[in-house]
């Protein structure tokens, strides 16, 4: 099963932002706890403050997330990508990202109901009382197994990167976006369509794990 969380944030600029040359995207999720998924998108890149300038200004923000999940999914083993992500830049001033993140592999739990019936007489009679106490016992079990956590399985300390999202801008090459993620073009065909790539579009990075 798979679902997708929405994420929108403005980042205000302490500069004039003309225009972005360049943009990148990462993502970490740092612990899965309870029914929180918690991580941070890193948004980097450089950009121009005037149109006609030759110098680039770089940037980098974090953006921490916590994600409520109802505790009626099994997340043990969920994985995390980026779905989506694009970008626009307002007054000149704020870049209002939008990032959809796509959990993977989660599926709703099954609840068992386990029989508790006792063995009835050689009479075939059933106890009014016991069939009482089993539904109480089969309640009070079900309300137990709902509040476990979902995440014991998990190490809260565990990392997560997936990759990183490239959007072509107007200056960039193949060898130079190669060279700005310290990969090689056969590294960026393993992903990406490198046939014929264009501005706006979204290239996906594999991590360099050095």
């Known amino acids: 099963m798979r679902k997708i969380v929405p994420f929108k944030q403005d980042i205000n600029f302490d500069t004039n932002v003309a225009s972005i040359n360049s943009i990148s995207l990462e993502h970490t999720v740092d612990s899965v706890t309870d029914n929180v998924v918690m991580g941070k998108f890193i948004i980097s890149g450089d ?23 109802d505790n009626k999914y099994d997340m043990r083993d969920a994985t995390f990508d980026i779905n989506d992500f694009y970008y626009e830049v307002i007054n000149n001033r704020i870049l209002a ?49 709902n509040v476990k956590s979902l995440f014991d399985d998990l190490d809260e300390n565990e990392n997560y990167v997936i990759y990183k999202i490239h959007i072509v801008t107007e200056n960039d090459t ?5 060279n700005d993620y310290a990969v090689t073009k056969e590294d960026l065909g393993i992903y990406n369509d490198l046939a014929e790539i264009k501005i706006g579009d979204k290239l996906i990075i594999p991590a360099n794990e050095n």
């Open 47 to 69: 950009y121009k403050m005037i149109d006609t300038s030759p110098n680039l200004d770089v940037f980098e923000y974090e953006l921490p997330f916590n994600i409520n999940i």
């Open 97 to 145: 990202v939008n990032i959809e993140l796509a959990i993977d592999g989660i599926e709703e739990k099954e609840v068992i109901m386990e029989d508790k019936r006792e063995e009835v007489s050689s009479f075939a009679e059933v106890n009014e009382e016991t069939e009482e106490e089993i539904t109480e016992k089969e309640d009070h079990e079900n309300r137990d197994a």
């Open 174 to 178: 193949l060898e130079s976006i190669a």
